[in-house]
């Protein structure tokens, strides 16, 4: 029902109803009553919304307050419709939300990473993220803040991820296509479109790094013309993700590779040696949940270590044709060469 309509029915101007709705004026009880009978509902559904705005309007005033905010301009953000400020304030929330989780929790994701039935360790892990896990501002912060850190650097990818995503990739998109409705911390973005950690390849050349990747993954993003939502690869993003890694198998000698058919587990890592450790786990489709919990990061040695070493475990279990320098080599660019035929440049 539209301002217009809900006015003339219930016997009031349309700009009356507006003061109302912005909180700018009161209603008299014989035209509270006849607004409540228009919409169908009771007066005391009125009380509970007062309530509530008076709540919104203390958060909003609290995060005016912090950003400097003062009048005309802070007078004017109260004059919003009640969705409008409701909008804000949640946006304000998502971008205050801590990136670094208390150290009983990182100690509990230390201890599922050390277990060694790695099943366990997945149903563990599935169950601190759904209870103490990472939205979506704490998560962006978080990986570009690892990306950014210098030490030897352990990543696995078993499923869709962030952490392939290209340098020239539109994050501000991918992120929204996971997060909808979450806000996205500008400094994030701002990292993403700068960052000499994430722009120039030599400077993650100077960190020895050991990479696990799904051979299911990458080969479906090969066999795919149209990426799906959020950091799921293209063809051409998975050919030209295949030609960074053959770069840099051949550029550097530090760099290990493993492409495999062997169970990785649901989650992906991205791990800096003694550093930090963050587990990403996107999901396929958006559920009901007013927030998607997709991460759990761990700092410091004593809760990094034990998450680096799954990823080695991992490696360690891997049959050696599957870490093979020239076995991957020759797999990447054999699977290289087919889907460029599939879609030969133009």
């Not at 009901?288 to 990094?304: D, F, K, Y």
């Not at 080599?329 to 889907?339: C, K, M």
Request: proline letters at 6%.
């Amino acid at each position: 029902m539209t301002l217009d309509a809900l006015a003339a029915q219930a016997g009031i101007s349309a700009s009356h109803l507006s003061r109302l709705e912005r909180s700018q004026t009161l209603p008299s009880f014989t035209v509270l009553a006849k607004i409540a009978e228009v919409l169908g509902v009771g007066i005391d559904e009125f009380v509970r919304l007062e309530r509530d705005v008076t709540l919104l309007d203390a958060d909003l005033g609290r995060y005016l307050d912090m950003l400097g905010i003062g009048p005309p301009v802070r007078d004017e953000l109260f004059d919003l419709s009640i969705e409008a400020r409701r909008t804000l304030v949640g946006c304000l929330r998502q971008l205050g939300e801590a990136t670094l989780p208390p150290l009983a929790t990182q100690e509990l994701v230390a201890r599922a990473a050390r277990h060694d039935d790695l099943a366990e360790v997945w149903r563990a892990l599935n169950r601190l993220i759904r209870q103490a896990g990472m939205g979506g501002p704490a998560f962006a912060r978080a990986w570009l803040q690892l990306v950014q850190t210098p030490g030897h650097r352990r990543i696995l990818v078993a499923s869709r991820s962030f952490f392939l995503l290209p340098p020239e990739a539109d994050l501000v998109a991918a992120y929204q296509a996971v997060f909808r409705g979450e806000a996205i911390d500008p400094q994030a973005v701002s990292t993403w479109e700068t960052s000499e950690w994430v722009r120039d390849p030599a400077v993650m050349r100077r960190w020895p790094t050991r990479m696990i990747l799904s051979r299911s993954y990458l080969e479906r993003a090969l066999d795919t013309e149209k990426a799906g939502p959020g950091p799921d690869l293209a063809r051409a993003q998975a050919l030209n993700l295949c030609a960074r890694l053959l770069d840099r198998l051949d550029q550097d000698a530090n760099f290990e590779l493993a492409v495999t058919d062997a169970d990785l587990g649901p989650f992906n890592i991205y791990c800096v040696a003694e550093q930090g450790g963050l587990i990403e786990r996107l999901p396929e489709r958006r559920g009901r949940e007013s927030t998607v919990r997709v991460g759990l990061w761990v700092a410091g040695p004593e809760t990094t270590a034990p998450v680096a070493g799954l990823v080695d475990r991992l490696w360690d279990s891997l049959p050696e044709t599957d870490r093979s320098r020239e076995a991957v080599v020759v797999w990447l660019r054999r699977r290289q060469a087919e889907a460029s035929e599939r879609n030969p440049a133009r």
